[in-house]
T-cell receptor, first 112, second 116 residues
Framework: QKEVEQDPGPLSVPEGAIVSLNCTYSNSAFQYFMWYRQYSRKGPELLMYTYSSGNKEDGRFTAQVDKSSKYISLFIRDSQPSDSATYLCAMSLNTNAGKSTFGDGTTLTVKP | DAGVIQSPRHEVTEMGQEVTLRCKPISGHDYLFWYRQTMMRGLELLIYFNNNVPIDDSGMPEDRFSAKMPNASFSTLKIQPSEPRDSAVYFC??????????????FGEGSWLTVV
């Protein structure tokens, strides 16, 4: 079993829909939780970063962490075609994000 | 800032040949990471450096893989000899663990390697 499991997708939604992307993990020592967006043939870019449990909002994006359930989510409101990408969750034990364990990614397509 | 710069962007080589991938991190960053991304295994950390010193190479798959960072602005990942199963996208990333920047790492656009 992988340390980080991500809903595989792919996911296809109409423009304006609310999108929910999810990951579960097994290592309770993870403290830092990230979401990356990766456009086709590009490198991942950090979208959201959360420490420990709770919610964090940035514009149309909300990241949720539930450490008791070992479950994290990324919500995208009013989804746009430009949100079409692969979303990777990542988790780390400490502030060294480069040592994160990544999920396999969920590919999202937002149709106009 | 130009971001993390990788070269070549695309490489097609024959099995058994040596492959050298290059990376220029963002100026001022003190961490450099090499990753490999495949459909089967996702994104995997191969090795990382702090202040040009290799810290953790536990992700390097075999002795055929080696990485160096001779100075703060340049790193190489070498595969010798290459095999078809090395075909993947190789990403370089850099970061600065400052108190204000926290946990942000910046990825290059990747080197797409095909070994035939």
């Amino acid at each position: 079993q992988k340390e980080v499991e991500q809903d595989p997708g792919p996911l296809s939604v109409p423009e304006g829909a609310i999108v929910s992307l999810n990951c579960t993990y097994s290592n309770s020592a993870f403290q830092y939780f990230m979401w990356y967006r990766q456009y086709s043939r590009k490198g991942p870019e950090l979208l959201m970063y959360t420490y420990s449990s709770g919610n964090k909002e940035d514009g149309r994006f909300t990241a949720q962490v539930d450490k008791s359930s070992k479950y994290i989510s990324l919500f995208i409101r009013d989804s746009q075609p430009s949100d079409s990408a692969t979303y990777l969750c990542a988790m780390s034990l400490n502030t060294n994000a480069g040592k994160s364990t990544f999920g396999d990614g969920t590919t999202l397509t937002v149709k106009p | 800032d130009a971001g993390v710069i990788q070269s070549p962007r695309h490489e097609v080589t024959e099995m058994g040949q040596e492959v050298t991938l290059r990376c220029k991190p963002i100026s001022g960053h003190d961490y450099l990471f090499w990753y490999r991304q495949t459909m089967m295994r996702g994104l995997e950390l191969l090795i990382y450096f702090n202040n040009n010193v290799p810290i953790d190479d536990s992700g390097m798959p075999e002795d055929r893989f080696s990485a160096k960072m001779p100075n703060a602005s340049f790193s190489t990942l070498k595969i010798q000899p290459s095999e078809p199963r090395d075909s993947a996208v190789y990403f370089c990333a850099s970061s600065y663990l400052g108190r204000t920047t926290g946990n942000t790492i910046y990825f290059g656009e990747g080197s797409w390697l095909t070994v035939v």
